[in-house]
C-alpha cells in the first residue's frame, strides 16, 4: 500500500504526517507493507527541507523530518493507492487533477480520521502562527494518522 500526504507547500503539515505514520507503521512492523511520502500543491519549496520550526517541534515528539519538498501532479494517482489531505483547499486542488472517478474517491481528509479531535474540520497551516500552531497541528497530524492506519491495518 502506498500513501501520499499533501499540503500547500510540503514544508509542515505533509512532511509531518509522513513522519508521523512511517513511525506508526514501523511501531507495528508493516514498514514492508506500507509506504508513505509527501508532496505540496505549489511550487514554492521543492527539494527543500521541511520548515525549521515543524523539524524542531517534531524532533520534541521523536520524529525525523528529512524529506524534501515535492509538488503533487496527476501522475501521482499512478503511485499512490491514498491521497491524504489536510484541509479543503488541498481537496479541491488535487481532485481538480483526477482523471477518473476511482482516482477522486483514492482522495481522502485527515480530519474524517480525527478520534479525540472529532469535530476539528481539518490541519490547519501552522505556518505564518506561533509555537502551539505547530504544537495543534501535530496533535492533529498524530491523531487522524493514528486511526488511518487502524483503518488501513483492518
Known amino acids: 500500500m502506498t ?6 507547500g510540503n514544508i509542515c503539515r505533509s512532511p509531518a504526517a509522513e513522519a508521523v505514520m512511517r513511525h506508526l507503521i514501523q511501531q507495528q ?3 514492508s507493507r506500507i509506504q508513505v511520502a509527501s508532496a505540496a500543491i ?13 523539524r524542531r517541534h517534531a524532533a ?21 493507492d491514498y491521497i491524504v489531505v489536510m484541509d479543503e483547499d488541498n481537496y479541491r486542488a488535487v481532485t481538480s487533477q483526477a482523471r477518473n472517478a476511482d482516482e477522486c474517491e483514492r ?10 479531535y472529532e ?6 497551516d501552522p505556518y505564518y502562527g506561533s509555537d502551539r500552531d505547530f504544537d495543534i497541528a501535530l496533535d492533529l497530524i498524530e491523531d487522524g494518522c ?8 483492518e
Open 3 to 8: 500513501i501520499l500526504f499533501i499540503c500547500l
Open 29 to 31: 512492523g508493516l514498514s
Open 42 to 54: 505549489g511550487p514554492w519549496h521543492v527539494g527543500e527541507l521541511p520548515d525549521s520550526r515543524m
Open 60 to 80: 520534541r515528539r521523536g520524529y525525523q523530518l528529512n524529506s524534501r519538498g515535492q509538488q503533487f501532479d496527476a501522475s501521482y494517482f499512478d503511485r499512490f
Open 107 to 116: 482522495v481522502i481528509r485527515l480530519r474524517d480520521y480525527f478520534k479525540k
Open 119 to 124: 469535530g476539528r474540520d481539518a490541519v490547519p
Open 146 to 153: 493514528e486511526q488511518l492506519l487502524k483503518k488501513f491495518v
